[in-house]
């Protein structure tokens, strides 16, 4: 008997510690009165990265969180720690279960995570994505303009090599990511519109957003294309493992390598010339700017272009009313790569 009261304590217990994670706007009534300050009203927005534990979702945790905490949100930023389509249904379940208030995925694979989030939209949470584009939400953020970004990813890398002819690669994180393959097809539309001399050896070689498996399929590249020119990497691991790889083969004068990267993982690669520009924006900010236009959404304020958000700028919202896009593309080389904290 002991044992069953005992049990039964600690299942009180725990019930309790979960109803503390629930938003509190809900649509629970007040029988009571309540003036609705207490602070279990806070909006709750949850922000889902394609995968936590590398250092670009790293610094837009810091981001989110920053903004949470000025802004008087409550933010939970939690992902898979696999670029995993199926680990971030899951966790979107979990949110719907919970009833956040926003919901802000930037997802692995937008088609798996739409049925899910058509589920949080008739539940009443607002959906939106960041970072990389989902369908059927309610705002779209994004770091850069996509088709700006991709065609300076591509002239970037011509200016590194010095020539508009030679054979290149491209690597990529994901196949399924929307905002890579975006980049990667404006920066092909770049090269076949203006730069006929360049040969695309291969256009996608998928790198699983991990460092290593990119600096594989570099070594293996050198190995079959003995021509090869350049590299263009997309996703933050990818540069590097391809520096990486120029790095061990001291091929530094030979192919030129441009990506995705942020200038503090960058810079051992960019001192010695085996990166020669990592081409971003501030994934922190992204992150501050995700929360900070979550809060605006979930109080049901309009968000319209050129609005002023506090330690961002101005934004610019595309015709479409949803997609807003933070800033242009950035360059990070050996002469400025030091000047950043991120």
């Given amino acids: 008997m002991k044992k069953f009261f005992l049990n039964l304590l600690s299942v009180m217990l725990i019930g309790g510690v979960l109803s503390g994670c629930v938003s509190s706007n809900t649509g629970s009534s007040n029988d009571g009165g309540s003036d609705g300050d207490s602070a279990n009203d806070k909006l709750t927005i949850a922000v889902v990265p394609k995968l936590i534990g590398i250092p670009y979702f790293n610094a837009s945790e810091k981001g989110a969180l920053a903004a949470g905490k000025e802004l008087g949100v409550e933010v939970e930023y939690t992902g898979p720690t696999q670029a995993d389509a199926a680990g971030q249904v899951k966790i979107i379940e979990d949110l719907i279960s919970r009833n956040v208030d926003v919901i802000a995925v930037a997802p692995n694979d937008p088609a798996a995570v739409e049925p899910v989030l058509r589920k949080a939209k008739d539940q009443g949470i607002h959906i939106m994505d960041w970072d990389t584009p989902a369908n059927n939400v309610d705002i779209s953020v994004r770091s850069v303009d996509d088709e700006e970004f991709g065609r300076h990813s ?13 054979e290149i690669a491209i690597l990529t994180g994901g196949l399924s990511a929307a905002n890579l393959n975006a980049w990667i097809e404006y920066a092909l539309k770049e090269f076949e519109e203006n730069y006929p001399g360049i040969k695309v050896v291969t256009e996608k070689i998928p790198t699983d957003e991990k460092q290593q498996v990119a600096h594989q399929k570099t070594l293996d ?38 990506g995705t990267a942020l200038p503090t993982d960058s810079l051992p690669f960019l001192q010695d010339g085996s990166l020669d520009t990592a081409v971003l924006w501030n994934p922190s900010n992204l992150g501050y700017l995700t929360v900070a236009l979550g809060k605006l959404l979930a109080e049901e304020k309009q968000i319209e272009d050129g609005m002023n958000i506090e330690g961002i700028g101005e934004i610019t919202v595309l015709e479409d009313g949803i997609s807003v896009i933070m800033a242009p593309p950035a360059d990070f080389t050996k002469e400025n790569a030091a000047d950043y904290d991120f």
């Fill in 221 to 258: 590249l050198i190995k079959s294309y003995p021509n090869l020119k350049g590299i263009l990497a997309m996703s933050t691991p990818a540069p590097l493992g391809a520096a990486q790889a120029i790095q061990e083969k001291g091929l530094q004068d030979k192919i030129s390598v441009v």
């Fill in 154 to 166: 591509a002239k970037k890398l011509i200016e590194a090599m010095g020539t508009e002819e030679g």
